[in-house]
Nanobody
Framework: QVQLVESGGGLVQPGGSLRLSCAVSGNIFRISDWAWYRQAPGKERELVARISSSYSTVYADSVKGRFIISRDNGKNMVYLQMNSLKPDDTAVYYC????????WGQGTQVTVSS
């Protein structure tokens, strides 16, 4: 079973930056599409960004121009560089395949507040 371990979250002021990392175990990484999702309190989980096995990317409108998703096939890692953060970005962030499986990690909390 694939294991997903997210890290890099924290408390940041509006306008600040964070870089999230996701370590993926298993041998499906290279051939799979991966994505970052987030869930804010009281809201459903939503797709933030995804990256294909051929490195093409798609972003939610709410983060376009501010977030960058990337992957490192040699390290089985997925990253999310988050810039110009806003309070509305506050959420628990998860990585998973695209389309997601039921196998979610613990997520990493991102809080944007002054």
């Amino acid at each position: 079973q694939v294991q997903l371990v997210e890290s890099g979250g924290g408390l940041v002021q509006p306008g600040g930056s964070l870089r999230l990392s996701c370590a993926v175990s298993g041998n499906i990484f290279r051939i799979s599409d991966w994505a970052w999702y987030r869930q804010a309190p009281g809201k459903e989980r939503e797709l933030v960004a995804r990256i294909s096995s051929s490195y093409s990317t798609v972003y939610a409108d709410s983060v376009k121009g501010r977030f960058i998703i990337s992957r490192d096939n040699g390290k089985n890692m997925v990253y999310l560089q988050m810039n110009s953060l806003k309070p509305d970005d506050t959420a628990v962030y998860y990585c998973n395949q695209y389309l997601p499986t039921r196998n979610w990690g613990q997520g990493t909390q991102v809080t944007v507040s002054s």
